[in-house]
């Protein structure tokens, strides 16, 4: 009878990776994917900015492999490249001027939106906060992670997380209710 | 507050819109390891080096143009202008005895 060879730990995969193995970096990406393109689906607009954000995020972890010394799990080093990505790239639509048109929603009549029609109508509030507004709201409401895991995934204080999520509310609040979109 | 409750039940009903990305997901590794074998070709190495030394080329083409415009000798203080001037005024006073 075979046994069933125990998968490679990641900090191997890593150390292969970063010697040249390009297939030891593919079952790092296998391994991850998921977790990456869940994140990357709410920052993106559609199909192929998910695609284009998800290979961003796994091409800057690899050029970044020498700084990971394995002080943390692998999976955390790359959801702190992942945010700093999606971070990069929401300045960037900021500064493109991008934003969803109100005519585009299709804004929903029922006092508890279905959920695409909800997801759309957060598109349009979102797409009009700061990077860093639309960040917090996103990891602390939708990805539902802590305060204490945000700050660790972006780098600002707990204090900092806390005054920039309820500042994003408030500025959400208000980009909905000028709008008339709920 | 009203608006308040309103918002949490637009984030839970988002939180269930997650896109299906399984589709998107297939064949992710092999796209990724090309674009990064087409990254690591030398010609895109020099290209992208080359599109990230242009502000650094432009600064130093502006330096040494504002260097050489703040060096460029005066009128008054270079020599060789001086010596040329001498001498035609020398020629002029030869040949017209004055």
């Not at chain 1, 999976?75 to 005519?103: F, I, N, Q």
């Amino acid at each position: 009878m075979t046994e069933a060879r125990p998968e490679p730990a990641d900090e191997r995969l890593v150390a292969a990776a970063r010697a040249g193995d390009d297939q030891a970096f593919a079952a790092l990406v296998s391994r991850h994917k998921a977790r990456v393109f869940g994140m990357a689906a709410r920052f993106a607009r559609d199909a192929q900015e998910i695609e284009d954000l998800a290979q961003e995020i796994f091409l800057r972890a690899y050029r970044k492999l020498g700084a990971f010394h394995g002080a943390a799990p692998f999976e955390h080093w790359l959801s702190r490249v992942a945010v700093r990505c999606c971070y990069d790239r929401l300045r960037k639509r900021r500064r493109e001027g991008v934003r969803v048109p109100l005519e585009e929603l299709e804004l929903p009549a029922a006092p508890d939106p279905g959920a695409e029609a909800a997801r759309e109508v957060l598109e349009y509030g979102l797409s009009r906060l700061k990077p860093a507004e639309r960040l917090v709201i996103t990891l602390l409401e939708l990805e539902e992670r802590s305060v204490r895991e945000i700050a660790e995934l972006t780098g600002w204080s707990e204090g900092n997380v806390k005054v920039r999520a309820h500042r994003a509310r408030q500025a959400l609040k208000k980009v909905l209710e000028e709008s008339h979109a709920w | 507050m009203p608006g308040d409750d309103r918002l949490e039940r637009l984030f839970a009903a988002a939180r269930a819109a997650r896109p299906d990305t399984a589709r998107a997901q297939y064949g992710f590794e092999t796209r990724l390891l090309a674009r990064l074998r087409v990254e690591r070709e030398p010609s895109a190495l020099w290209a992208a080096w080359t599109w990230r030394l242009i502000p650094a080329f432009a600064a130093l083409a502006l330096a040494l143009g504002v260097w050489n415009y703040a060096a460029l000798p005066g009128p008054d203080n270079d020599p060789a202008a001086a010596i040329a001037a001498d001498f035609d005024r020398e020629l002029v006073a030869y040949f017209t005895g004055k």
